[in-house]
């Protein structure tokens, strides 16, 4: 369990709490994405919500002052039913302006959590390959769904009932002054207290809320680790030590929610305790100002009902404010990944790529992951146009950081990597990385169809080329023996299909992008010989006119490579076609005696 503990305070390490005081700059931010709406749903809430509110503040008037001191005292029975009507009329009002109110609030909030996810989202896969080595996808996610979600009821109740709840106080406290302004500045006066209490509570309520969202994205970080790793867990038997690693994440969870929700509880009872100051006041002094004549029965109905309704916004405004305070811990971790720039940034006058060739040169290029650790020490390489060129050498030699640079994932450090003599840096990314096509030895394939993962190659691809693509790499023979075809439906990573298929697929794909470029990592570590002798003439075919970079461990596979170059440790040892490093007896020589002699002894 020490064990999984020191990972996983590794694996969260850029899951922090963010500390940012409160300020109404960001919430302004967060409620630009209301703009589009300002002008055709907001004027219609807001109408809406005057004539909810306006309602409440005047009936009132009609029970206690109207009612009681010109009807039921002087038995005026008619105008007493008069007033019944007219309340119950302004009710009906009410009710009907109060649907329209929660219904396009509704419509608003949606609208502004849908373009809140689409701008994030857009975001995200924009950014660059070190956004992604620097974080779990489960903490992504966590962002674009829960983040967001948790926004959902400011917008759809928390903004309007703020509008709402600031015109009823004000025109509360108006009323309240107008009918008695003795008592009015006995009830109000503990008013200063409260202000001073719930300004105490603001920063402690906000950093729990904060610490929610952290702890929210660390489980749901686990679960999407987990669920990858199902395989991997059970075939190690660690499903208790996983359940228990769990628990302790789930129960950080669950502290952290109590925490906040109790921070949250201690307002209200403070708000109902001044509700219950006020009607003591208002009981013992109005008692007074009426048998003084001061104040009329009818005015003390009006200002006990005042009374209730003026703490009940008070209490509103604290929720509301706590839903602000989880907007804002919120609308941090969502800014946090909007304002995340691409280490790679496109240039504004970045250069459209035409006719490509495909030769690309690596000038005195260094590059390092971090400051501890360089995986290139000066690399000056050429991958000459329609060559085939082979990167071989041992886990962490540099080879698949190479590749990285060419579709430029990262910048180097030091040196350039060039495409027909122009700086990939100058390039517009779209148009280099259409250029480029990869064919990895761990295949990711799309819930969807086989059709739709071959597609992806080239989303404008008819059926027809689509079904070619395949027939030409091999793999039209087993999609055809399937029940649906190419309409087999698949799921996440292709599980109904084994390892080779999927490569295959993978090579369907990068034909039918067409690329100039193609960058082959292990492509065939995970098809069997039989299968392999299969597509090497579908790989001719893929091969032929473009630069093709292969890494591969199986040496077999890179014979007729036009270049062979040995790395180790960031740097070239060697280069050359197989006949020539077989005849230097260097590095290359040594790594294919020791692989050959490893398949005797396997087969020995």
Do not use: C
Not at 86 to 101: K, P
Not at 192 to 210: E, N, V
Not at 312 to 328: C, F, T
Not at 553 to 571: C, F, M, P, W, Y
């Amino acid at each position: 369990m020490e064990q999984t503990k020191k990972r996983s305070r590794f694996h969260y390490s850029t899951e922090e709490i963010i500390e940012k005081p409160f300020n109404w700059s960001q919430m302004a931010r967060l409620f630009s994405y209301m703009k589009p709406y300002a002008w055709t749903l907001l004027p219609k809430t807001i109408f809406v919500m005057l004539i909810v509110t306006a309602v409440r503040i005047v009936v009132p008037i009609f029970i206690g002052v109207l009612a009681i001191d010109y009807a039921i005292i002087p038995g005026d029975q008619n105008l007493l039913y008069l007033f019944a009507g007219v309340v119950l009329g302004l009710y009906t009002i009410s009710w009907v302006a109060n649907v329209f109110r929660i219904r396009w609030m509704n419509e608003i909030g949606q609208h502004m959590i849908f373009d809140i996810r689409t701008a994030l989202f857009n975001h995200i896969q924009r950014l660059s390959h070190r956004f992604f080595d620097q974080r779990s996808g489960g903490s992504i996610l966590v962002r674009v769904i829960n983040d967001v979600n948790s926004m959902q009821d400011l917008f759809t109740n928390g903004v309007v009932n703020l509008l709402m709840d600031i015109v009823m106080l004000v025109g509360i406290v108006i009323i309240l002054f107008m009918l008695s302004p003795e008592l009015a500045v006995l009830i109000l006066i503990v008013l200063p207290l409260m202000f001073f209490i719930s300004t105490k509570l603001r920063r402690k309520i906000r950093r729990s809320w904060q610490t929610v969202r952290v702890r929210q994205s660390k489980m749901n970080s686990h679960l999407n680790e987990s669920i990858q790793g199902i395989r991997v867990t059970q075939a190690y038997a660690q499903e208790k030590e996983n359940m228990a690693f769990f628990n302790n994440i789930n129960t950080d969870n669950y502290e952290s929610w109590k925490h906040a929700t109790r921070m949250n509880a201690i307002f209200r009872p403070f708000v109902e305790m001044s509700s219950a100051v006020g009607a003591v006041v208002l009981i013992w002094y109005g008692t007074t100002l009426i048998q003084s004549g001061a104040l009329t029965i009818g005015v003390f109905v009006s200002f006990a009902f005042y009374l209730g309704m003026f703490w009940e916004p008070i209490s509103r405004l604290g929720q509301v404010y706590n839903q602000l305070l989880v907007g804002m811990a919120s609308s941090e971790r969502i800014f946090e990944f909007l304002d995340e720039q691409p280490s790679v940034p496109e240039k504004q006058n970045a250069k459209s790529l035409q006719d490509v060739n495909g030769k690309i040169v690596f000038e005195d290029v260094e590059f390092a992951y971090d400051e501890s650790r360089k995986a290139l020490h000066q690399i000056n390489l050429t991958f000459e146009a329609g060559q085939t060129i082979a990167l071989v050498g041992h886990t962490g030699s540099g080879k698949s950081t190479i590749v990285n640079l060419m579709s430029r994932f990262y910048d180097p450090t030091k040196g350039r990597v060039s495409l027909d003599g122009v700086d990939l840096r100058d390039i517009r990314l779209d148009d280099l990385r259409s250029n480029v096509s990869y064919v990895l030895q761990d295949t990711f394939i799309f819930a969807g169809t086989i059709m739709d993962n071959i597609r992806f190659g080239r989303p404008s691809a008819t059926d027809e080329e689509v079904i070619q693509a395949a027939k030409a790499i091999g793999a039209h023979e087993f999609i055809a023996k399937l029940e649906a075809g190419y309409e087999t439906e698949v799921e996440e990573k292709g599980n109904v299909l084994s390892v080779g298929e999927r490569q295959l697929l993978s090579f369907a794909r990068a034909l039918l992008a067409n690329p100039r470029i193609l960058i082959l990592d292990e492509a065939t570590a995970s098809i069997d010989t039989e299968t392999e002798l299969k597509v090497q003439e579908g790989l001719k075919k893929l091969l032929s006119g473009r630069t093709a970079v292969m890494i591969a461990h199986r040496l077999s596979t890179i014979r007729d490579a036009n270049k062979i170059v040995v790395l180790e440790q960031g740097n070239i040892l060697e280069a050359g076609t197989h006949k020539e490093l077989m005849e230097s007896q260097g590095a290359y020589y040594n790594l294919v005696k020791s692989q050959y002699a490893a398949m005797v002894d396997h087969s020995a």
